[in-house]
């Protein structure tokens, strides 16, 4: 650095870093000539700033910049959440409508079985789409009694093709006295939601390709107390 400060008779900066033991550290080190009275350069001056707190305000600033597009992003997907299922309500309860008159009225023919499946895939579809709806809504919280057991069920409905397409299968029990709880559906879905994702994504690297052997799987348990 020096030599180029001789050569050129400029200032020279330089940003670096160094690492301690306990932290990272950020510095602009300014070299300069220093000339005497005759226009001679006689010795070089140097300046060490601490930058630390600057970079470290700077990158607090572009995550606040992230968290805040990505809640746009979050926002937009919201509304074009809502207005999708919204279309979808009104078509599926005709469906769902329609399914249960052609049970009633198939009961006790060869369709039996066939209209029943139609029934349970429609009323699934829109329990679904109800999920959606009421995740999408922007409202306060508001806790009222539910059964937790009947939440864990709908939210791995949502999350069924995530999971069936990545080879992930889950077998859900509950206890039968499991007592309702105070909360917040639209909330505990979401969590939950997260929680199963997760799960998700991180047996996807530990799943044996399809067509393995069943007996060379190995089970995971989750436990909700």
């Known amino acids: 650095?020096?030599?180029e400060i001789i050569r050129t008779r400029r200032p020279h900066v330089r940003e670096?870093?160094?690492?301690?033991?306990d932290n990272l550290y950020s510095a602009l080190t300014i070299r300069f000539p220093v000339f005497d009275e005759h226009g001679e350069l006689s010795h070089i001056g140097g300046v060490i700033?601490?930058?630390?707190?600057?970079?470290?305000?700077?990158?607090?600033?572009?995550?606040?910049?992230?968290?805040l597009m990505q809640s746009e992003k979050m926002n937009a997907l919201?509304?074009?959440?809502?207005?999708?299922?919204?279309?979808?309500?009104?078509?599926?309860?005709?469906?769902v409508g329609e399914a249960v008159l052609l049970q009633e009225e198939a009961e006790g023919t060869e369709y039996a079985e066939s209209a029943t499946r139609i029934q349970r895939a429609a009323e699934r579809c829109s329990r679904i789409v109800q999920t959606f709806l009421a995740m999408a809504r922007q409202?306060?919280?508001?806790?009222?009694?539910?059964?937790?057991?009947?939440?864990?069920?709908?939210?791995?409905?949502?999350?069924?093709?995530?999971?069936?397409?990545?080879?992930?299968?889950?077998a859900f029990t509950a206890a039968e006295d499991l007592p309702p709880v105070f909360v917040d559906p639209?909330?505990?879905?979401?969590?939950?939601?997260?929680?199963?994702v997760n799960a998700?994504?991180?047996?996807?690297?530990?799943l044996?390709?399809?067509g393995s052997p069943c007996e060379s799987r190995r089970p995971v348990q989750t436990r909700l107390r």
């Open 200 to 206: 998700q994504q991180a047996l996807q690297n530990q």
């Open 16 to 21: 670096s870093e160094f690492q301690t033991p």
């Open 139 to 170: 409202k306060a919280p508001e806790r009222r009694s539910k059964d937790l057991a009947k939440l864990v069920k709908a939210t791995l409905e949502l999350a069924d093709y995530g999971l069936r397409s990545n080879g992930v299968e889950v």
């Open 49 to 67: 700033l601490d930058t630390s707190a600057q970079r470290e305000a700077e990158a607090e600033l572009q995550r606040s910049r992230e968290a």
């Open 186 to 196: 639209d909330q505990v879905t979401q969590i939950l939601l997260n929680l199963i």
């Open 78 to 95: 919201g509304s074009l959440l809502a207005g999708v299922s919204h279309e979808l309500n009104n078509p599926l309860a005709i469906v």
């Open 1 to 3: 650095m020096d030599a």
């Open 208 to 210: 044996l390709p399809s």
